[in-house]
């Protein structure tokens, strides 16, 4: 495919301008960020219709470890069976036209958001979009073993001039794509990669470009426990460790008083930002994602949903009260079939699928208030966890009477049931579970002990 500069911006004179001025890193030495995945525990396909649905992150992460490098940006990523190296000069020729006004970024600028603490957060926003953040000049500091990691100052930063010299302070995502982009990036496909390979080529280069405009090479080691298509928020996992890595190089978000091996969590500007360019990754991958999976994967923890009120966070730990086996059936998914199916059975018996979309959003809300009572002290855990059994089994029936039940979903509620499960909800007895894990496995399911409702993105400065 020939590269095409974007805005009709002369190629030549761009490419020129970054190999004269080239830019490095905001972080020396290793750089590891990890993103849990999410899981829908409630309301699915009834959300589609304005119903209530409740969701989760769960603790199988995904693990980006990188740092930067002088010549070359290398991608390796075993779930997907790449590992390739594009020189420099290379992608800074790809995207010559991008670093000169790129639609929709220039217009975004803001200044860099700082203040990470290793404290917890305090509650997200509910938005997905970023709000506006307010200037923060930074200096940076020497960690142990060379690590080189931003903080705050609070002297004026030296004045820089605009384009590709210097690292642009744009912490918030344009709201769409730039016209172009994915299709010019196209050319830096290797040859012969899988679909999901391709897809986390362009995610990753389309977020590198806009961020940080081919100033400096990076490697980027990611790997996942999530299993690849099955509905666990793999993708999400994946932008949301893309998007905090080359911010954090970038230094357009700033980690705080971390020191060398020590976890970071980001402050509540800084996820806003990070949520707001994994979104963007997602929209590569997906076309037009809800932009619930990034926000999970991003912030961690239990959202509720609906397409009037957008996310809620469910406040609490109710959900860690429990372990999780989630199964994954290697049975092939095509989710707008499902949606299909759906919707033909409504248009036909409205009077039947009408009360049973209200029952799901019920359940939905009985999941919340159960987990409201249990964390004031209303509802013991035995209690809890009854009556999460309840709801998970009567979610399923009418998921079953929606059409979107499969035989080997109904093996694992046999095999559930025999091991006296319900569904994919367990407690801490291990004997019982690993007996149920081994089960599914002779039945031909690849099955994931895991925690709900665990933490958000989260990063380790190396030694």
């Known amino acids: 495919m020939n590269k095409r500069p974007l805005n009709g911006a002369d190629a030549g004179a761009d490419a020129a301008a970054l190999r004269s001025a080239p830019g490095s890193s905001a972080v020396s030495g290793s750089l590891t960020v990890s993103a849990p995945g999410k ?66 970024v220039e217009a975004a600028a803001a200044a860099a958001v ?51 010299d210097s690292a642009p302070a744009l912490p918030h995502a344009p709201a769409s794509l730039p016209a172009g982009l994915v299709d010019q990036l196209s050319s830096l496909l290797p040859d012969g990669c899988s679909g999901p390979a391709k897809q986390s080529v362009l995610a990753f280069f389309t977020l590198y470009a806009l961020i940080c405009r081919g ?27 893309a998007s905090a890595t080359l911010l954090l190089h970038s230094g357009l978000v700033q980690l705080g008083d971390a020191g060398a091996g020590q976890t970071a969590s980001f402050s509540n500007s800084q996820l806003e930002v990070i949520n707001a360019w994994a979104f963007l990754s997602e929209k590569v991958i997906h076309g037009n994602p809800s932009g619930i999976d990034n ?36 049975v092939a998914k095509n989710t707008k079939a499902e949606v299909e199916k759906v919707r033909v059975r409504r248009e036909a018996h409205p009077h039947i699928m009408d009360p049973l979309l209200n029952a799901v959003q019920a359940i939905a809300d009985g999941c919340i208030a159960g987990c409201e009572k249990h964390v004031n002290g209303k509802l013991s855990h035995a209690e809890l966890q009854t009556q999460m059994g309840i709801l998970i089994d009567m979610n399923h029936a009418i998921l079953e009477a929606f059409g979107v039940s ?5 093996k694992i509620r046999e095999l559930s049931a025999k091991h006296g499960f319900k569904s994919k909800l367990t407690d801490s007895d291990g004997s019982r579970t690993a007996a149920f894990q081994a089960s599914l496995a002779a039945a031909g399911c690849r099955s994931f002990r895991a925690q709900v409702g665990c933490a958000g993105v989260d990063a380790i400065i190396g030694e």
């Open 114 to 164: 700082s203040g990470a603490t290793n404290a917890p957060t305090a509650s997200a926003p509910e938005s997905s979009r970023p709000d506006q953040a307010a200037a923060k000049p930074t200096k940076k500091r020497r960690g142990a073993s060379g690590t080189t990691v931003p903080r705050r100052s609070s002297r004026a930063s030296k004045p820089t001039t605009p384009g590709v």
């Open 295 to 330: 926000s999970l994967c991003t912030y961690g923890g239990a959202r509720s949903y609906t397409k009037t009120d957008g996310m809620r966070e469910l406040k609490g730990q109710a959900f860690k009260a429990f372990d999780f086996v989630l199964t994954d059936t290697n």
């Open 39 to 104: 899981v829908i525990l409630f309301g699915e396909h009834a959300v589609v219709y304005g119903k209530r649905a409740v969701a989760a992150s769960v603790g199988l992460r995904t693990t980006a470890v990188s740092r930067a490098d002088a010549s070359a940006v290398r991608l390796v990523l075993p779930d997907v069976c790449l590992d390739h190296s594009w020189p420099l000069e290379r992608i800074r020729e790809c995207i010559a036209g991008l670093v000169q006004g790129a639609s929709g």
């Open 406 to 410: 499969h035989p080997m979903l109904e």
């Open 215 to 241: 100033r400096f090479g990076i490697e980027v080691q990611m790997e996942s426990k999530l299993p690849v298509g099955a509905g666990l928020g793999s993708s999400a996992s994946f932008s949301v460790c």
